[in-house]
């Protein structure tokens, strides 16, 4: 079945440094990207809406400057926490649904990158 | 607005026995989804059980069933059976005409030996 890869998994990094997470859907075409974030023991929280080819639409509190999204194929949508603080330190995921099917509630989540921030 | 209510934290279940854990949502719109995922401590979203907001009958996926009750907007998941291994958080979502997913809070589930 389709997967989604999502790289690296665990991260650990030093305030100021800026780190970029992968997330790669390995059979499928991926036209729309969602990146979440989620805390310890709460909902998932949506930070931003990335289409291939054009700019992310980003929810209401997140600064695109901090957190860059490119989503410059069908396969392959990045997140890149900018000049890293310890609050940045969480849970983040990726959610996609395969290009091309016009109705569909088939959704595939990549495996998470549990970032910490020292 | 639309919105997912999950009134339970957190429950305790005594293995082998059924759980219900509750789901209520609100939207104005005729056509969605639920959905139901499990989060283990790993971190992983596993996809449960989906019921579409026209299905006739409730959706089933091997223990896990969803108590859709259209009128009442709830839709409940229950896990008959429990295993050790149902311990984790357990999410409900609704898909929105715009397909973005409404998240409730989560219930974390423990089944005790």
């Given at each position: ?12 990094c030093?305030?100021?440094t800026s780190v970029k ?59 890149t926490v900018t000049s890293a ?34 | ?113």
């Open positions: 079945g389709a997967v989604v890869s999502q790289h690296p998994s665990r991260v650990i030093k305030s100021g997470i992968e997330c790669r859907s390995l059979d499928f075409q991926a036209t729309t990207m969602f990146w979440y974030r989620q805390f310890p023991k709460k909902s998932l929280m949506l930070m931003a809406t990335s289409n291939e080819g054009s700019k992310a639409t980003y929810e209401q509190g997140v600064e695109k400057d901090k957190f860059l999204i490119n989503h410059a194929s069908l396969t392959l949508s990045t997140l603080h310890p609050e940045d330190s969480s849970f983040y995921i990726c959610r996609t649904t395969p290009h091309g099917l016009a109705v569909t509630d088939t959704q595939y989540f990549g495996p998470g990158t549990r970032l910490t921030v020292l | 607005a639309q919105k997912i209510t999950q009134t339970q934290p957190g429950m305790f279940v005594q293995e082998k026995e059924a759980v219900t854990l509750d789901c209520t949502y609100d939207t104005s719109d005729p056509s969605y989804g639920l959905f139901w995922y499990k989060q283990p401590s790993s971190g992983e979203m596993i996809f449960l059980i989906y019921q579409g907001s026209y299905d006739q009958q409730n959706a089933t996926e091997g223990r896990y069933s969803l108590n859709f009750q259209k009128a009442r907007k709830s839709a409940n998941l229950v896990i008959s059976a429990s295993q050790l291994g149902d311990s984790a958080m357990y999410f409900c979502a609704m898909r929105d005409s715009n397909y973005q997913l409404i998240w409730g809070a989560g219930t974390k589930l423990i089944i005790k030996p």
